[in-house]
C-alpha cells in the first residue's frame, strides 16, 4: 500500500497513435472463434452507449426528500430500511455528479469504436466498450470524482502550506499501535492486493524533485534522509494536452478494469512469460511462485504487478495462482477438448469474478462492519431477492435492486468508465500496516518469532516466506490485527522507508504530498463536492478526540479550509462500525458498484455462454475461506467456525 506512483508497467496514454496491440491468437477448436472462443459465445453488440440519462420524478422526489432528511439525520442514523434506500439514492446522485472525464482537459484522440467484442478479457484492458475501444486501456488517463475546476493544485510554496513533513511528524505518526479489532491483517494485505489492479501512476519523475523543507528538531537526516527532504514529482501524462487551461492530468500504467491485472499483467508479454503454456495454466513451481528475472528484483515474486512488494502480497499473488490452476482443472474435467488458450481465458474471467465477489461481499463488510452495510454489498452482488430465487430462476427483471448488478445492462452513466484520482486518494490507507508482526507456528498456535514489516517487504519479501512457510504466515496474518484508520497511527516502517528504486522515504509526507500535488480538494471542499455539510470548527472536525483539537489548529494556522483531505477523513467522527470516514465511504458507494457497473464480464457477459455454467457456479459457491482451505487444508482447525476470513481467526 505504498506510494501508488512506483512500477515497472507502462503503456500508452489514451490518444497516442500506436495503441497496445491487440492479441491475434487464434484456438484450435473445431467451429471456435477468437482464442478458441465458441463464435455463439461472442459478445452482444448493444444498440447504443450505455450513459446515465436525466433523473426521473421518482428520482428527482427521492434525492430532494433525503437531501432535506440528511440535513438533521445522517444515513447510517435512520431505521435500516430507509438507510438502504437513502444509500441507493446517495449512489444514484453521486453517479449523476461525480464522474468527470479529464478527455476534456484536452490532448486526447477521438474515441472509435471496437471492431469485435471477443468473449473474453483482453490482454491490455481494451476492447471492452463497442463505442470506445481504448475505454479502461493500460495507458490511459485517470479521471476524476471532482469537478475539474477544483482540481488544479496549488503551486510548490502552496503545496508545502501547512509543511507535509509536519503533517506526517505531528498528526500522521505512530505514537503507539491501535489496532482494528474486528480485522485481522489479511484485510490490509487484500485491499493493496485488490489496489494494484486497478490503479498505478508509474515510475516517479525524477527531474526536479519536490524540495521539502525540515524542522530544526527534524532527525529525518541522522534516519538515513537528505537534508533536505526531497520527495520525486509523479510522472506528467506524456499526452500534452491542448488547453491551456486545462489541470493537470495523469496515466494509469495498469488497465483500469477489475480484471486481476495484479496477477496476470497488463500486456500480452508479461502475461505470457507468467504462463506455462499447458492447460491454461499459470506457472507455479513447488508451490511457489516463480522469482521475478530482472536483476535487483530476484527478492520479489514473478507476478502481474510487484512493486511495493511484501509478504501480504506474496501470500495473495500464490494463493489466486494456485486458484487459477484449480479453476484450469475444474474447467478441463468438463472440457476436456479445450485447447491451452481458451482454459486460460476462461478461468481468468472466473478467478476475477470470485476475487470481485470476495471483495463486495466479504471484505468490505469487515472494514464496515454494520448490518446495512452487510445488507447493501450483498444487495450489490445479489440483489435484494433470495439467493434461491436466482439459482432456480435466473435474473428478476434487468434492473439492480431485484437481482443485484451480474447480468444487468451495462451502464456508465455519466462518463466513461476509468479509476479516477479521487479513488487513488481513499486507498491511502497506510495505517492498517503494524510495525510488527507475531509469528506462530499453524500446528500449534505457538510463537515462532516476532519480526519487524523490513523484515518482510521489499529485498526481504521471499525470504521471509522461505524463513517460516506459508502455512505459518497466513495463521500469524488472520490472527493479527491490523492498525485503526486514525490519526498518530501511521507506521514507522513506512515513514522510514528504503525501496528498492533506491529511495528513502517518509510515506506519511508522501500521502500528504501526492493528494496536494494530484489536486485532490482539501477536505471541506472535498466533503461539499460529495454534497456534505463542510465542518464548521475544529472541535467539530476532531469529534471524540478533543486532544487533538490544538494541535490541528496550530498546524494549519487555525484555517479549517487548509486541513488535508487524509487528515480530515483520519479524525473525522465515524458511524458505528466504520473503520473509515463517512466521508470517504462516499467515494466507495461510488465506484465500488462502477466497476462492476461499467465492465461487460460483470454485467451484459456474466452469462454461461462466457463463463460456463460450472464457471458461474465456482464463483457462486466459493469464498475466501474456501479458497484457503483447497490450498490450504492444514488451516482448517484455525477456520473452524470462521465465516468471514479477512475477521480474525481462532487462536489455537
Known sequence: MTDTASTDQSGPARGTTAPAPRSTDTGTDTGTGTAGVPAQAAAARPSQSPGYGPPGLLERLGSAAFARINRTRAWHELPQPLALLNLRVLRDDLRRRNLYDTHGAGGERRRRPTAELVPFRSYDGSGYDPYDEDMGRVGTRLDRNAPLHLVFPEGDEGLMSPSPREISRQLLARRGFVPAPTLNLLAAAWIQFENHGWANHGDNEEAEPFTVPLAEDDDWAERGGGCPMRINRTRPDPVAHTAADAPPTYENTVTHWWDGSQIYGSDEARCR???????GKLIVEDGRLPTDPRPGRECLDRTGMNSDYWAGLSLLHTLFAKEHNSVCDFLRSHYPTWDDERLFHTARLVNTALMAKIHTVEWTPGILDTPVLKRAMDANWYGVLPRWVRRAYGRVGSGEMLSGILGSPTDHHAAPFSMTEEFVSAYRLHPLIPDELVVRDHRKGTVRATIGFDEMQG?????????????????????????ALVLHNHPDALRNLARLTGEHIDLGTVDILRDRERGIPRYNAYRQMLRKRPVTSFEELTGGHPHDTPLLKELYEGRLDRVDTLVGNLAEPRPAGFGFSDSLFRIFILMASRRLKSDRFFTTDYRPEVYTAEGLDWVDRNTMVTVLLRHHPELAPALDGVTNAFAPWRTL
Open 273 to 279: 512469460s507468467l504462463r506455462t503454456g499447458e492447460h
Open 459 to 483: 529485498a526481504t519479501t521471499r525470504t521471509a516466506i522461505d524463513a517460516f512457510g506459508m502455512s505459518d504466515l497466513f495463521l500469524s496474518f488472520g490472527t493479527a490485527h491490523p492498525g
